[in-house]
């Protein structure tokens, strides 16, 4: 699946009773290419994610601002196995990423970050290719410094880092993130008819090709292009 968002509004619009605020994995399978979840809640486990004896993948993704006691990120629990690569989990209180000894795990071109009082960067120590603990450089933050538009900023130290073997469709090496790698132009959240721009920095930063009238500077207001 591409171009997925699972977001709450205010931290407060998906609230489960239990785990998974966002999605909730139960012996089930979920791979997902350009995935955005953000802002969601849950009062146990996983605000974001939460899985159990289940596969999640995910590639080019971001994890941001979901809170949970236990893995605000993602809590995985039973024979699970999660695959990683090209993501960003940062602002997830109850921490990014939690899960316990037999879950398996590869990580790869991916970024960690939780400022102070978060809880953990990530949970246990672990071993990957190009695992950043960067605070991602997004585009735009809130009074409160949590992000608001998880564009790249233009100056941002996670473009162009992620997998050699993906490339954003301007021809760079893949940006971490919702909007790097093939799948980058994928959401159209508002349907106008306008995937949202896909580079960092704003719509009128577009690389040498891309036309900004053709893409969408808010994907979350079908009247404003």
């Given at each position: 699946m591409e171009g997925i968002d699972r977001s709450g509004e205010d931290g407060?619009?998906?609230?489960?009773?239990?785990?998974?605020?966002?999605?909730?994995?139960?012996?089930?399978?979920?791979?997902?290419?350009?995935?955005?979840?953000?802002?969601?809640?849950?009062?146990?486990?996983?605000?974001?994610?939460?899985?159990?004896?289940?596969?999640?993948?995910?590639?080019?993704?971001?994890?941001?601002?979901?809170?949970?006691?236990?893995?605000?990120?993602?809590?995985?629990?039973?024979?699970?196995?999660?695959?990683?690569?090209?993501?960003?989990?940062?602002?997830?209180?109850g921490g990014n990423l939690v899960m316990d000894t037999e879950v398996d795990i590869t990580l790869g071109w991916s970024d960690f970050y939780n400022p102070a009082g978060y809880g953990s960067t990530l949970e246990t120590p672990q071993t990957g290719t190009s695992l950043y603990t960067l605070e991602p450089g997004f585009l735009t933050y809130d009074e409160n410094g949590l992000p608001v538009d998880v564009h790249l900023s233009s100056t941002c130290s996670l473009r162009n880092v992620g997998?050699?073997?993906?490339?954003?469709?301007?021809?760079?090496?893949?940006?971490?993130?919702?909007?790097?790698?093939?799948?980058?132009?994928?959401?159209?959240?508002?349907?106008?008819?306008?995937?949202?721009?896909?580079?960092?920095?704003?719509?009128?930063?577009?690389?040498?090709?891309?036309?900004?009238?053709a893409y969408d500077c808010d994907d979350e207001d079908a009247g404003v292009q």
């Amino acid at each position: 699946m591409e171009g997925i968002d699972r977001s709450g509004e205010d931290g407060a619009e998906i609230t489960p009773i239990a785990d998974g605020g966002g999605m909730c994995l139960r012996r089930s399978d979920f791979a997902g290419i350009a995935v955005r979840i953000e802002s969601n809640v849950s009062p146990v486990r996983g605000g974001g994610v939460a899985l159990d004896t289940s596969l999640l993948s995910l590639e080019q993704a971001v994890l941001v601002g979901n809170v949970a006691i236990e893995g605000g990120g993602v809590r995985a629990k039973g024979a699970s196995d999660i695959g990683i690569q090209n993501v960003i989990l940062a602002y997830n209180q109850g921490g990014n990423l939690v899960m316990d000894t037999e879950v398996d795990i590869t990580l790869g071109w991916s970024d960690f970050y939780n400022p102070a009082g978060y809880g953990s960067t990530l949970e246990t120590p672990q071993t990957g290719t190009s695992l950043y603990t960067l605070e991602p450089g997004f585009l735009t933050y809130d009074e409160n410094g949590l992000p608001v538009d998880v564009h790249l900023s233009s100056t941002c130290s996670l473009r162009n880092v992620g997998s050699r073997d993906l490339t954003d469709p301007y021809g760079t090496r893949s940006d971490l993130g919702a909007y790097g790698g093939a799948s980058g132009d994928g959401y159209d959240l508002d349907g106008d008819g306008f995937p949202a721009y896909l580079w960092p920095g704003t719509l009128a930063d577009a690389p040498t090709g891309f036309d900004p009238a053709a893409y969408d500077c808010d994907d979350e207001d079908a009247g404003v292009q």
